[in-house]
């Protein structure tokens, strides 16, 4: 029996659902075969990495093109049977009706939530400046709402990975964007149980984003004890496959060696997942 590929809508109803209660890991996939493989091994919702995908690309992060970057969010929205959020950096724009114009166009790819940073991540200016920042959170929420109110929209606070780590001024700013109309709130960069502790605090009622960090120690039950209620990964998941590429690569060619195919996934086994996940699409 077939069953029915839940619709756009029934996934940002779903992804709001999830932000409401509980605890949930939100892993980043960079193409589809990865998104589907997540989505496989029973994650309820994914979301998109600029890293993984820009250096799949061959770009450093934060280079691509918009219309690059809108065209990979349609195509992992529309091959995830799960919600998937958009990583949309500082939304391509500076001014807050750019901001707008530009959110719209992420919506329109299908996408179940997305977020929006208050760093121009032009390597001269960390911030931007605390009312700009501000104003451009009201017109995300404007655009978001024009478009119905479904997709769950997220501020970040970038401080603490943009070389101005001060906490406080982290909390002022996710607070001003909780009034601002953010659904949920994101400070990359918070490695300790107190910084983590301090946010979910400051916003609470308000779901928080937390970036999984291996030097923290943490795992998903301690964060969830902390009040987190959204864990993702970043470009995690990417290097991890990048740097295992590249080792064994390196290997090859200065020492002539494939020792670093040892113990890696067969292609009988990914074929039996992606032959199996294949005809569970079309049916």
Known sequence: MSVAKPSVSDKRKAFRTLHASGCFVI???WNI??????QGLGFKALATTSAGHAHSLGYADGAQSLDE???HFRELAAAADVPLNADFENAYADDPDGVAENVAWCIETG???LSVEDSPNNGV???YDFDVAVARVKAARAAIDHAGGE???TARAEGFIRGVPDLDEVIRRLQAFAEAGADCLYAPG???REQIEAVVKAVAPLPVNVLAIASSGFTVD???AMGVRRISVGGALARVAMDAFIRTATEIATEGRFDGFKGRISNADLDTFFSADCEQRSS
Do not use: I, S
Not at 33 to 38: I, Q, S
């Open 111 to 113: 996408v179940a939530g």
């Open 151 to 153: 997709v769950v929209f």
């Open 190 to 192: 918070l490695t300790t």
């Open 69 to 71: 970057v809108l065209a």
């Open 27 to 29: 892993p980043n996939p």
């Open 33 to 38: 075969g990865t998104a589907r493989y997540l």
């Open 125 to 127: 200016t960390p911030l």
């Open 222 to 224: 301690d964060l969830a």
